[in-house]
């Protein structure tokens, strides 16, 4: 895997630190892991997510989908990089990089070099999803 870590300019231009402001809102009374995402689009906006737990474990969705999923039912299509910060009570002491079916949620509707950004506390490290998610199920296979 093919990453980079910044401990120049840590939160980078700001997209760690409102991940950092959306993990306080996140609801996870079981596990207590606190999750926050960024998600920026191509032209600017950014949108929000922090995961959301329920009793019926399964049920639960994580920081990034939760981000990925309102800016896709806001319209939008074409994104440029997400941050995504997490740990146990809020307290930031690794990476937390995206679980695997968020992985695949970001492949249905970014390219190769979609950006991935993630905070331990000091440092930025970041990934392109290619590297994350390499010989990825997508839709082009579907396509008749
Ligand atoms: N979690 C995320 O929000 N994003 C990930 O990529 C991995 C895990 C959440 C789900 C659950 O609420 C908690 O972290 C512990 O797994």
Request: hydrophobic share 35%.
């Amino acid at each position: 895997m093919s990453v980079s870590e910044n401990r120049e300019r840590p939160t980078e231009d700001g997209l760690i630190g409102i991940a950092l402001e959306a993990m306080k809102t996140a609801y996870a009374p079981y596990s207590g892991f606190l999750v926050g995402a960024a998600l920026e689009t191509e032209d600017g906006k950014i949108y929000t997510g922090r995961n959301i737990e329920n009793a019926s474990y399964g049920a639960t969705v994580c920081a990034e989908r939760t981000a990925f999923f309102r800016a896709v039912g806001e319209g939008e299509r074409n994104f440029r990089r997400i941050a995504v910060v997490g740990g146990k009570g809020g307290e930031i002491t690794s990476f937390s990089w995206p679980c695997g079916i968020c992985r695949q949620v970001m492949r249905e509707f970014c390219g190769d070099d979609f950006e991935i950004l993630t905070f331990d506390g000091n440092s930025v490290a970041s990934a392109k999803l290619k590297d994350l998610l390499p010989s990825p199920f997508s839709k082009d296979i579907l396509e008749p």
